[in-house]
């Protein structure tokens, strides 16, 4: 068994410079008293060692939790007085090393913690899980503490990897340097000139080979800070590169497969021929690119696309077959067989329904559809002849076809 003095220690073994008085349990906070050691302290301005007190107050420090209940620590702190005659400080704040930092509302170790998951977590996330470990902490508060971490030492890397990106696309870019060999980052320049970077290779000397992407920004300010340094292409740029390169070769034989067959026919082929005829006397005329799409009324990246094309057979794209609404229909006729005639009662006047049907135009509008029956229906009958058919009346289509009264009926908002 180990006595109430022990367990208070070993539970706050963190607090065992200081000496405690009181631990009281107030519920969801166990609160603890405690007080500085008696003995001598070195002055911060002229490091003379005093016993003198001048008075004393209290501090109140969160520290870290007990049994997922958060704890509050009330220490008694003396102020001293400095011996020294012809020191500039008079009194003294006694410090508390490894516990209480100055100005700090956290316990060194506390502090520490919050640091840890504030690392991981940054601001919102840190503040929905740390109160759930017992430490109150708000967002603004923890992103505080992550800005108040320092940043580890600067090793320069013997590969450099320079690229740029956008903070804001098209407005502001930064410089990213990392480490090529292990992919650690090693900083962040603002700007993506030759000055910045050139100013941080001559700040950060030991690197002997520089990655980087086809920027000769970044090619100059090596060249000026490291003549000696190995410039060479990062992969990634090396295979953007090709694949533009590729691209570009495509796109200067698309023209290949049309050359071999005419001109297409028709009047988008005819526009098309009359657009880039008349981009291209534009042109001729040193008119710019966007006069050109505000003359002829189009846009500016058709503009482009005629001027980019030497010869009109160029604009013209492979044929691709698109599938249709009546592709499934055609399928199965043509596994079917040859079809059975169609019976006399399906007739109109001689004229098959089918006929009729082939007739129409194919939409999915039931509306379109039923128009086309009633153009049908008056072609087989302009006046209404006695027949099958009333007088003056068109043929109805079929009922698969009519629209039913519900549907006829506006939808509600």
């Known amino acids: 068994m180990i006595d109430v003095t022990e367990l208070v220690g070993t539970v706050f073994s963190g607090l065992s410079t200081l000496v405690f008085e009181d631990v009281e349990d107030t519920g969801e906070v166990v609160c603890v008293r405690a007080k500085t050691r008696d003995g001598a302290v070195a002055c911060p301005e002229c490091g ?22 958060r704890v ?55 503040a929905r899980l740390l109160p759930a470990l017992g430490i109150l902490l708000s967002r603004h508060t923890a992103l505080r503490a992550l800005l108040r971490i320092p940043l580890p030492a600067l090793d320069v890397p013997r590969v450099l990897g320079i690229d740029d990106f956008a903070l804001r696309r098209g407005l502001v870019y930064a410089t990213v340097l990392i480490d090529a060999e292990t992919g650690r980052r090693v900083d962040v320049v603002p700007g993506r000139t030759a000055g910045v970077t050139e ?7 030991g690197v002997e080979v520089v990655c980087r992407d086809g920027s000769g920004a970044y090619g100059e300010a090596v060249r000026r800070a490291l003549p000696g340094a190995v410039q060479v292409g990062d992969r990634w740029h090396l295979w953007h590169g090709l694949g533009e390169a590729v691209r570009k ?4 034989h698309s023209a290949c497969w049309a050359k071999g067959m005419p001109l297409q026919e028709g009047r988008r082929a005819a526009t098309t021929l009359e657009r880039w005829q008349q981009v291209h006397e534009l042109r001729a005329q040193n008119v710019g690119l966007l006069d050109c799409a505000r003359r002829l009324g189009i846009s500016l990246n058709t503009v482009k696309r005629y001027d980019r094309a030497s010869e009109p057979q160029r604009l013209q794209r492979v044929p691709k077959y698109r599938p249709t609404l009546v592709d499934p229909i055609v399928t199965t006729s043509a596994s079917a067989g040859p079809k ?50 009333s007088p003056g009346r068109t043929a109805s289509p079929p009922a698969s076809k009519r629209r039913s009264p519900a549907s006829k009926a506006p939808a509600r908002r």
């Open 199 to 205: 100013k941080w290779l001559l700040g950060h000397r």
């Open 249 to 252: 070769e495509v796109a200067a």
């Open 72 to 126: 509050l620590l009330r220490v008694r702190v003396r102020r001293m007085r400095c011996a020294a005659l012809g020191c500039a400080v008079q009194t003294f704040r006694e410090q508390v090393p490894g516990v209480l930092d100055r100005y700090q509302r956290r316990t060194t170790r506390l502090t520490g913690q919050v640091s840890a998951v504030v690392r991981e977590l940054a601001g919102r996330a840190s």
């Open 340 to 389: 059975s005639p169609v019976p006399r009662s399906s007739t109109c006047c001689g004229r098959s329904a089918a006929a009729a049907t082939r007739a129409a135009p194919t939409s999915l509008s039931a509306t379109s559809t039923r128009a086309a029956w009633t153009a049908t229906a008056r072609t087989c009958h302009p006046a209404g002849p006695p027949g099958s058919c």
């Open 48 to 69: 003379t060692l005093t016993a003198r007190v001048h008075g004393y107050y209290e501090r109140a420090a969160a520290d870290v939790p007990v049994g997922g209940r």
